[in-house]
């Protein structure tokens, strides 16, 4: 924090005429998050990081780094509006508002109102407790729910899009379809030689010494993928020695 506040104050005297208006109306918003996803760094009986966790799998629905259906999203946010608006009510004609807060921008306008007012009114009497429990449970039911999302792209086959998600996750990474649930490939940590981030790609060598396979990825996040495989990397490296 302190950085942000040595460079608005560098910044109101240096730019003092053009951007004095700007920085009385600028706000910066610290996101905390979740870094790293294990099994034994994860407590769900404990309130506070399950409802820590709960937010924070809000922000990556709306910011699209989870693949959701159709369905999908009607049960999404009918398990929000009963969190939010209790039971079913005849009021209730409008749930914009409500998949805003847990669905991507571009799904909001095309919600289905009349199928998600039908589901919610099958959760009649389900408590803020349960609903959030089985918001989660859904979620869940995608192996790849834990894994940071990343948007690459790739030129060094044509058998797959230019466009893709690279899943990086306890188990290993993984490369999709873009937002899709649709694994291409994917590799243990075992398998990684090495990788190499660099301004705008990552380079990424799997196999053995003897075989070895190159990935190349555009990226402008190659740094901040290789540190999460890195440390994700090193977890499975103590677990095994232990």
Sequence with gaps: MAKWERYRTVSKKEYQNQIQYAMQHQNHVFLFKKHLFCDSFINLDDAIEKELLYHQILHNLRSERYPISEMEAIMLTALQG?????????????????????????????????????????????????????????????????????????????????????????????????????ILCSHEYESLISFSPNMNSLMIFTGTEKKQSKVILSTSQAFQIATLIKEYSEIVKEKVQS
């Design 82 to 182: 009963q969190l939010e608006l209790g039971d079913y009510s005849g009021s209730i004609n409008d749930y914009e508002a409500v998949a805003s807060h847990c669905l991507p921008p571009r799904f909001v306008p095309n919600i289905p109102q009349g199928a998600v007012a039908m589901h919610h009114q099958s959760l009649k009497g389900m408590s803020p407790v349960e609903a959030k429990k089985s918001f989660l449970n859904l979620i869940q039911s995608w192996p790849l729910h834990r894994a940071t999302i990343f948007d690459v792209m790739q030129t060094f086959t044509s058998n797959w899009p230019r466009m893709l998600w690279l899943a990086v996750d306890q188990c290993g990474i993984h490369l999709l379809e873009h937002r899709s649930r649709n």
